[in-house]
């Protein structure tokens, strides 16, 4: 027989993404919406271990929603890694009174949801929360949105820079196993070429575009290079590589790195955060535990945990095409 849940927990975990905030406060509101406690767990996974639980309701969310980062703080917790770390988080679970808990993060965040269902028979939801948008069974993942348009945005400026003196600017976007911020954003801003990890067409390739972008007529070029691009060390040698072959180019590199992660989340971002924080109270309610709540075709979907952490191949080779096509 189910257990009839009184109170539900909800913490966000692993690198901040633009939402979370938005996430939380569905979550909370949710909860006294149905007439449930709620408890906001501080630091993740970590703050869970050392108990640092607070009770909230519906005002102690009030003007978040247009905030970036998470007020109820994340860390990375190498304690919830060994067992005796899980074991005083779900014991302190218990001691709170709390039945269920959700966790707004990406994998890692999931994986360690999972083992808490696994070990100690406690159900748990996820929430996608990553700018790299590289969880399965979810078109989009809270953060993403807001980051694109902040690196479009930077991009834009830089290009003013690059047309001004006629350089070459290496960007570099966050990305590390995943290419979707490099190539979307790639595409919005007009790129002369993106890398990402999905392809490794070689330096040979990249040297020869360029080369026929200076016998165009190009006088500046950019091209967005996700972190995860192996076509250096980093992307300095990237840009001494390309000085040494075409010592015409006047070459700068611009790193966004946090950026991407800060300022206050787009309305897609508000809206998508808010629908799966209202639909993770609504599928612990329906009895569901190991899932994750994403998106598809605009509607709130359940996916198993183990299923969205496998991450998959979201790598939209159409939009690779495009990205060819729009750049000559």
């Known amino acids: 027989m189910q257990t009839k849940i009184k109170k539900i927990g909800v913490l966000t975990s692993g690198g901040d993404a633009p939402g979370m905030n938005a996430a939380i406060r569905a979550v909370v509101r949710g909860c006294a919406y149905h007439g449930l406690e709620c408890a906001g767990i501080y630091r993740g996974f970590q703050g869970l ?16 929603i247009s905030r970036g980062g998470t007020f109820l703080k994340t860390a990375r917790s190498n304690e919830f890694r060994t067992k005796e770390g899980r074991e005083k988080a779900h014991t302190n679970l218990i001691n709170a009174g709390i039945d269920a808990l959700v966790v707004i993060g990406g994998d890692g965040t999931f994986t360690g949801g999972l083992l808490l269902d696994k070990e100690f ?106 972190e995860g691009v192996k076509s250096g060390k980093n992307i300095f040698e990237l840009a001494e590589v390309i000085e040494k072959n075409l010592s015409d180019y006047d070459i700068r590199v611009s790193v966004l790195g946090h950026i991407q992660r800060g300022g206050s989340p787009s309305c897609s971002d508000r809206v998508l955060a808010s629908k799966l924080g209202v639909g993770a109270v609504d599928a612990i309610l329906a009895g569901e535990r190991t899932i994750m709540v994403g998106i598809s ?25 495009v990205a060819d096509i729009t750049s000559i």
Do not use: C, W
């Open 49 to 64: 271990i050392e108990n640092d639980i607070e009770d909230l309701n519906a005002r102690s969310v009030r003007n978040i």
């Open 121 to 226: 028979n406690f159900p748990v939801i996820g929430i996608p929360a990553t700018i790299d948008n590289d969880i399965s069974g979810t078109d989009y993942t809270i953060g993403y949105d807001t980051a694109l348009n902040t690196v479009v945005e930077a991009i834009d400026k830089i290009r003013d820079t690059a047309s001004s003196h006629n350089r070459l600017f290496l960007v570099e976007v966050m990305g590390r196993d995943a290419g979707a911020i490099a190539l979307n954003a790639g595409i919005g801003a007009g790129a002369e070429e993106i890398l990402i990890p999905e392809e490794d067409h070689g330096i040979e390739r990249l040297l020869e575009s360029l080369q026929r972008s200076r016998e165009s007529g190009k006088t500046s070029s950019i091209i967005v290079v996700s």
């Open 297 to 321: 075709h605009q509607q709130v979907v359940s996916v198993p945990l183990d299923v969205a952490i496998k991450g998959g191949d979201k790598f939209d080779r159409n939009l690779r095409r």
